[in-house]
């Protein structure tokens, strides 16, 4: 499964990696987070360094759809529902400047992005009231959001309603980003890919651990999506959401606006233009299908029932491209962004973009920048203070201890069915994985490619039974979120190490 967005080359780093040097900051994670900080600390003079366990865009910020809106689906509703309306407020005037500050860059880079228009729609007369929330929030927020009917909208899938926002954008997210580590090299920066971060301490000197040795750093920056750091549990205050995308060839399709809708099952709709370069193989792309990292029966039936969706709707389409990619949503809403407890105020991060980070990641870095920077916080933006401030309601206790007890039963529910899998199990068939039962020690058994593997099948984060993931052929873990690859090589999360190899 490879992402629309990475055909094309990859960023040349060249620089060698130096175990023991030392930098202003040390950024860990070369996606749209890590790389719009260090172009930002980069640009106010600072010498920063990016590393990246894999390579630039290599993990959400590769395989999205592409859009920056103000509108969101339903999020300004959601959070109204729970918060103040000026915190709904702040959210949006961050994700305005976080909008304004990545377009910005992508016009003086030369990176081609298209104004459109974005809308929230319910797919039948179910969702109507949803979208009337979502116009009220918006508007509220001070968008000039309008609403739509079914006739207006005229589109070629089912749409009773839609919230409407001009003036939104489609980019190319690996284009932009590339864009982002050339600058941050130009401006005398340094990138390193395929270097893991595997901890990080303040005392008794600020310093990241490796892979291929220790870094040391006045600041340290975790963009690595969930944080890879226990302190402060950040991990367990946030959902890891796996959600699926499919590319395709559509000749007839003269969509020109974007769209998600706010009831289920989502589909989130996107064209692609002929100048998003080497994507423009395809016309649509379009998304949905999401659910908890580790937690479904069925990946590739996810991604069967969009291509169906698809095809209904839009007859002549073409399968190009299917990826899928995975988005941290916060129990409170709103992103998490600032500095983790117990790391004296050295190691900060940002997480729990809840899939709409292509606008919220630059207002996550503008933040991040400011504090490291020391802005005083009267010449920060108002929104950045709000947001800062802001208060854990009932809800997000409520939405927290929910997710706390689904997490609860994903453990229990992990290691009850390994435990119905006493070895030997037969061979799994080609694509398929096994959790068996080895001396009360569950293991994971997987073929790929017509090779039969044994992995410790117990995430090395903290003890979640792993899941087999039959679309990626991978080992996804229910509790936090972690993946790894069939032979245990850590691919993401919040784990830093690879599973035990059993043979
Ligand atoms: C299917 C899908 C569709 C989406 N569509 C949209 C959209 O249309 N619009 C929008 O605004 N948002 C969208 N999003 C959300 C958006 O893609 C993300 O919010 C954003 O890309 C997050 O960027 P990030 O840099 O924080 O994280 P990531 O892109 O996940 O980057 C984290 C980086 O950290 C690195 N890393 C992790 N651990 C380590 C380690 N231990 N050592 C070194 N490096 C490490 C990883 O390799 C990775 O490169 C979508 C998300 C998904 C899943
Ligand atoms: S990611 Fe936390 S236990 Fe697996």
Not at 16 to 22: D, V, Y
Not at 310 to 325: G, I, K, L, M, V
């Amino acid at each position: 499964m490879t992402s629309l967005w990475k055909l094309g080359p990859t960023v040349p780093l060249g620089s060698p990696f130096h175990p023991g040097a030392r930098h202003d900051v040390v950024v860990i994670g070369a996606g749209l987070t890590g790389l719009s900080t260090a172009v930002m600390l980069s640009d106010a003079g600072l010498d920063v360094l990016v590393i990246d366990a894999g390579d630039v865009a290599s993990l959400a910020t590769g395989a999205n759809t592409g859009k920056l809106s103000l509108l969101q689906g339903s999020r300004l509703a959601e959070i109204r529902r729970h918060h103040a309306a000026s915190l709904v407020k702040a959210y949006v005037d961050a994700n305005r400047e976080g909008m304004d500050w990545l377009l910005g860059f992508a016009q003086h880079a030369g990176v081609p992005f298209v104004r459109r228009t974005d809308h929230s729609f319910a797919q039948s007369r179910a969702g109507i009231d949803a979208v009337h929330a979502q116009y009220a929030a918006a508007r509220e927020a001070g968008l000039p959001a309008r609403m739509q009917t079914a006739p207006e909208l005229d589109t070629p899938f089912p749409a009773s309603a839609a919230v409407a926002l001009d003036d939104q954008a489609t980019i190319d997210p690996v284009v932009v980003t590339q864009a982002l580590a050339r600058q941050l090299l130009a401006s005398g920066g340094t990138l390193h890919d395929r270097v893991r971060a595997t901890g990080a301490r303040v005392l008794p000197e600020p310093r990241v651990e490796t892979t291929l040795g220790p870094l040391f750093a006045r600041d340290i920056v975790l963009a690595t999506g969930t944080p890879i750091l226990d302190r402060g549990l950040y991990f367990a205050k946030v959902r890891g959401l796996r959600s699926y995308c499919v590319s395709f060839r559509v000749p007839s399709s003269s969509l020109e606006g974007t769209f998600i809708s706010v009831d289920g099952p989502t589909r989130s709709i996107r064209p692609v233009a002929d100048d998003d370069g080497p994507a423009a193989s395809a016309d649509l792309v379009v998304g949905g299908n999401g659910h908890p990292v580790g937690r479904s029966d069925g990946e590739t039936a996810a991604i069967d029932d969009l291509v169906a969706w698809t095809r209904q709707h839009f007859p002549d389409a073409e399968e190009t491209h299917r990826w899928s990619a995975q988005d941290y949503e916060s129990h409170n809403l709103v992103p998490f962004v600032g500095a983790l407890p117990r790391g004296l105020g050295r190691i900060r991060f940002a997480t729990g973009y809840a899939k709409w980070g292509l606008t919220n990641a630059p207002a996550a870095a503008l933040r991040l920048t400011a504090e490291i920077l020391g802005t005083r916080r009267r010449d920060r933006p108002s929104w950045m203070t709000t947001i800062g401030t802001r208060l854990t309601v009932p809800a997000d206790l409520a939405r927290g201890a929910a997710e706390g007890g689904r997490v609860a039963a994903a453990a229990a529910s992990g290691w009850a069915d390994a435990e119905r899998h006493p070895v030997p199990v037969p061979r799994p068939a080609e694509g398929e994985g096994v959790v068996a039962n080895r001396g009360l020690r569950p293991v994971a058994i997987s073929t790929v490619d017509g090779v039969t593997r044994a992995v410790d099948a117990v995430c090395p984060h903290l003890g979640g039974v792993l899941d087999w993931n039959d679309a990626e052929c991978t080992w996804d873990c229910p509790l936090h979120a972690s993946r790894f690859a069939p032979d245990g090589r850590r691919l993401e999360g919040p784990a830093v190490r690879d599973l035990r190899r059993l043979g």
